[in-house]
């Protein structure tokens, strides 16, 4: 049977990418006050 080489998420491109820009935003989000965070999305 022939061995399967798979990719790993450190060599996507994309995965690369998407990581550090959910750490930029979860890094910028942290720093907001409690009101901004509550009503980011809300619906009133």
């Known amino acids: ?4 080489n798979y990719l790993e998420l450190k060599n996507i ?3 690369v990418i998407s ?4 750490n930029y ?3 910028t989000v ?3 006050e409690d009101f901004a965070k509550d009503t980011i ?3 009133y």
């Not at 049977?1 to 399967?4: D, F, H, I, T």
């Not at 990581?19 to 959910?22: D, G, N, Y």
């Open 1 to 4: 049977m022939e061995e399967k």
């Open 13 to 15: 491109n994309a995965y």
């Open 19 to 22: 990581f550090h820009l959910s």
């Open 25 to 27: 935003i979860c890094n």
């Open 30 to 32: 942290v720093k907001w």
């Open 41 to 43: 999305g809300t619906v």
